[in-house]
């Protein structure tokens, strides 16, 4: 009983991944046109103000060894309550409140019943959707820019 | 009895500001630039703005690089300004350099590694010949499209040799789970952890560490190092917020990292392989990426018992001297008023001259000079 509820936990925690990662890894001019498409909106009211901070940014020395500070990088942070009662956050990169009041929100829908599938149909599978035809195409740039080294056999002479 | 000017200027100092903005501005007669065509059209001005400001931000950097009239340094100062205004939410998970989206990534050192040289959009191998197809409005070149994507993940140059123990193994978090040293938070401090000087290192002077690398390699250090990997791409920052208790995906950023690989020939307690210098930057810029990496591997000398004898050895001095927000405040606060400390020496070298033709005076002197 516990390992499931502990199962289907984890499976909220992952959803709520997806949905917010999909929302912050797009523009907030794509995320906000699809919101708008929907027929209908969950009621939100903001439970703090939306707000402007920084995170300090880590790397691993040498690539995956010990961490160290990189340096910072502004992001904006959001937190939405729809009508109810659910609450989502939403944290994304720069300073744009809007865009992570939007992230909120998917956060919030994802955990409702009644809106995880709206949510799903016509938010995160069209972003998830540009966000793999970018990301292919950045990539097949750099494909286009990999050395085909010319291969010569040294013959040694008869054996 | 003098009059002393104590205060005054500001009508003087407005109307300089007023001037500067006009000369900002240039000839009205040309179009005003917007700071969308700074960010997209000056990208890598916009990266070392961002590194050495250690704020990762484009709009920004762009907005403070038109702010600053082009002048990097103080664009650089503005996004340090900035930075301090705003409240820290907190650390992110440290971002993974394997999984990075490359663009490109090449080794100088092993021609055949796995995934491949990718050269990306480089200025290597250009003929650096001014093209003046670009003084009128450029070509629409777009980029060649392969018909298959890379692949999602490129093997590092570490990975590839990590059978053999041939490259050193970097050091891991430290055991007693102690966070890394920050900067922003803690003073500088002595001896520095590998974990500080990269910090430092990584929103250092472009410059200063290009010339402390470039030294290093012409004798005054002593590294001989080859170029492991380059690469340069996006890579995503996740956090955790304290109220979810597990990470999100809050964007990606473009960062250039590089291995340097030196020779070290064994110890007692090691045997002969590979260390590595490290080099990891934000945006775009292999050259403060390399520089890095060097002074990073210059600066462990003690690890692999090199004996420290030139500059690029000294973490104090290296460390030091790497801010160009600190080093450009205390060189420039010299054209501020220094009325008074100039009057004092005034009358210090005056008092010595006359004690030194005092003594060089036929007859008695001392009692002039003893005044």
Same mark, same amino acid.
């Not at chain 1, 970018?134 to 040694?156: D, G, P, S």
């Not at chain 2, 490290?278 to 600066?299: Q, T």
């Not at chain 2, 606060?333 to 008074?340: G, S």
């Given at each position: 009983?516990?390992?499931?509820? $502990? ?101 919030? $829908? ?50 | 009895? &003098?009059?002393?000017?104590?205060? #005054?200027?500001?009508?003087? =100092? ?13 000839? /009205? ?21 961002? &590194? ?17 009239? #082009? ?7 503005? %996004? ?34 796995? #995934? ?12 650096? %010949? ?46 007693? #789970?102690?966070? /890394? ?12 952890? +590998? ?5 430092? %290192? ?15 390699? +012409? ?28 990470? =999100? ?30 080099? %990891? ?19 462990? !000398? ?7 004898? !030139? ?50 005076? /036929? ?6 000079? &003893?005044?």
């Amino acid at each position: 009983m516990a390992e499931s509820e $502990m199962q289907q936990g984890q499976e909220v925690v992952e959803a709520r991944q997806r949905a917010h990662a999909l929302v912050a890894r797009n523009p907030q001019e794509t995320v906000r046109a699809l919101f708008e498409s929907l027929p209908d909106l969950p009621a939100t009211q903001r439970l703090r103000p939306s707000e402007t901070g920084l995170i300090m940014v880590r790397g691993r020395i040498g690539g995956d060894g010990a961490r160290f500070n990189l340096g910072e990088m502004p992001v904006a942070r959001a937190t939405m309550q729809i009508a109810n009662g659910t609450v989502g956050v939403g944290y994304v990169i720069g300073r744009d409140h809007d865009h992570a009041e939007l992230a909120a929100l998917a956060d919030a $829908m994802v955990q409702d019943p009644a809106w995880r599938d709206v949510l799903e149909q016509h938010i995160l599978v069209p972003l998830a959707e540009q966000q793999a035809a970018r990301e292919a195409l950045e990539a097949r740039k750099a494909a286009a820019t990999k050395v085909e080294f010319f291969t010569m056999v040294r013959n040694r002479g008869p054996k | 009895m &003098a009059y002393v000017s104590v205060k #005054g200027g500001e009508r003087a =100092i407005d109307n300089a500001h007023r001037w500067l903005d006009e000369k900002r501005r240039g000839d /009205p007669g040309v179009a005003e630039i917007e700071v969308a065509q700074i960010r997209e059209q000056l990208s890598l001005a916009v990266d070392r703005v961002m &590194a050495e400001g250690s704020c990762y931000d484009p709009e920004l950097a762009a907005l403070a690089l038109k702010q600053a009239r #082009g002048d990097v340094t103080e664009a650089i100062f503005l %996004l340090r300004a900035y930075r301090t205004t705003l409240p820290r939410f907190g650390m992110s998970q440290a971002v993974s350099t394997k999984d990075m989206a490359v663009q490109r990534r090449v080794s100088a050192a092993f021609k055949d590694i796995p #995934g491949g040289q990718i050269l990306g959009p480089t200025f290597d191998y250009t003929h650096r %010949l001014i093209n003046f197809d670009l003084a009128d409005t450029g070509p629409d070149t777009k980029a060649t499209l392969a018909s298959k994507p890379l692949a999602d993940q490129m093997p590092t140059i570490a990975s590839v040799f990590a059978h053999e123990a041939l490259l050193e193994t970097p050091e891991a978090d430290p055991a007693d #789970g102690s966070e /890394p040293y920050d900067l922003t938070r803690e003073p500088m401090a002595f001896p520095a952890g +590998r974990d500080q000087r990269l910090q430092a %290192l990584a929103r250092g002077d472009e410059g200063f560490l290009l010339s402390l690398a470039y030294a290093s390699q +012409r004798g005054w250090g002593n590294t001989h190092p080859l170029c492991g990997e380059i690469r340069m791409g996006n890579v995503v920052v996740e956090f955790q917020p304290e109220e979810l208790g597990f990470p =999100i995906e809050v964007g990606e950023i473009t960062v250039t990292e590089c291995q340097m690989i030196s020779n070290f020939e064994g110890s007692a307690e090691r045997p002969p392989q590979f260390t590595f210098g490290y080099g %990891l930057v934000f945006g775009h810029n292999e050259r403060k990426a390399m520089s890095m990496a060097i002074v990073d591997r210059a600066l462990r !000398h003690a690890e692999v018992g090199e004996a420290p004898a !030139h500059a690029v050895q000294d973490e104090e001095f290296v460390l030091y001297h790497s801010d160009n927000v600190e080093a450009s405040g205390f060189v420039q606060h010299l054209k501020l008023p220094h009325y008074v400390d100039f009057q004092a020496e005034l009358q210090f070298i005056r008092r010595l001259r006359r004690e030194w033709q005092a003594a060089r005076a /036929p007859g008695d002197g001392l009692s002039e000079a &003893a005044e």
